[in-house]
């Protein structure tokens, strides 16, 4: 069972670049609950956003500025708002979003989704047919899944601007009421995983793992 609504098309306005020139435990808090957008043309792909982990760049061991600037990881150094997509275990990319004033890394990574609108189109992305893709969880749970069910690679979005309103990769806010939210340690990591840098909405079925209520 979903726990929120659906949102009509003229509500979806990027989100402004100062949400994110904020330090990433309270811009992740704050993205839970808005929409991931992708534009293909008149199609729209719409998603609730429900788990993501903050990465606090220098500070951090897990991060992947902590060893400091290099031309991979460059986008996590600001201005903040932007794309920063990765490959990782040689089969799926991981989308990011850049945090914190030009010069100062940090970021957000997105873990997992609540599709709404645009099923169709992510199950082709994950390669699933219909019958599978009426098992939501299967299309955006996951930070793998949902990169593909949106279409994102590293050679077509990293570094896009999601503050633009000509950007056809965007995450905006429809007014919903903010979801209660669960603090956890990160997962799938072996560098301060110990930290408490994941969250989740809490009672959602569609965050990787169990559901936290």
């Not at 309103?165 to 995983?193: M, Q, Y």
Request: with cysteine.
């Amino acid at each position: 069972m979903k726990i929120f609504r659906s949102v009509p098309a003229r509500n979806l306005v990027p989100l402004p670049r100062d949400f994110y020139d904020r330090d990433p435990r309270r811009v992740s808090r704050d993205l839970l609950g808005k929409l991931l957008v992708r534009r293909d043309g008149r199609k729209l792909r719409i998603a609730r956003i429900v788990e993501v982990e903050a990465y606090l760049g220098r500070n951090d061991p897990a991060a992947h500025s902590f060893a400091g600037r290099t031309q991979r990881n460059a986008v996590l150094w600001g201005p903040p708002g932007f794309a920063y997509v990765y490959f990782i275990y040689g089969n799926h990319y991981c989308f990011n979003v850049s945090c914190l004033q030009d010069g100062e890394a940090g970021g957000v990574l997105f873990r997992a989704l609540e599709p709404l609108a645009g099923i169709e189109e992510m199950a082709r992305g994950r390669g699933l047919s219909l019958d599978d893709a009426n098992d939501l969880r299967k299309l955006t749970s996951g930070p793998g899944r949902l990169a593909e069910a949106f279409g994102i690679t590293r050679a077509r979005d990293n570094g896009k601007d999601l503050t633009s309103s000509r950007s056809d990769l965007s995450i905006a806010d429809d007014g919903t009421t903010p979801p209660r939210v669960k603090i956890t340690p990160r997962i799938g990591i072996t560098k301060a995983a110990e930290r408490p840098l994941r969250f989740v909405v809490a009672g959602n079925q569609y965050v990787s793992g169990k559901k936290l209520d």
